[in-house]
């Protein structure tokens, strides 16, 4: 699932300094199953299933910060070194894994609300 990820294609396309990018060389596949990417006002997807204690991860290349509160307090039953909600600073990715089956719902409080706008949905099954 990790994958180092050489991001010379876009840095040329961009014009970006490569140099920009190269803290942010070692990333995850947005396509990956277990695996949200953040864009400057959703997550995509917005739901995604994953097995009991195998890593959720998100990937902010938004050029944002992000933050992801989970809904429901459920969702201190993430695992490992790591639980609860966190910030996502752009060009950051972070794991968090459950140890229950269930449905946690989350949502980024700069831009969205448990019910509106920026949310999604980790089903752990
Ligand atoms: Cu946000």
Redesign the pocket.
Known sequence: MLRRFFLLAAAAACGCRSDSLVDFSQILDCSDSNTFC?TT?SFTPTSRVVGVNAAAIWINESG?T??IVFDTPEAALAVGPEAGNFQAAHQTYHVRKFAAAGSYAFH?T???TATSG?RGTVVVQ
């Open positions: 953040m006002l944002v992000h933050d980024c700069i831009h969205g920026m």
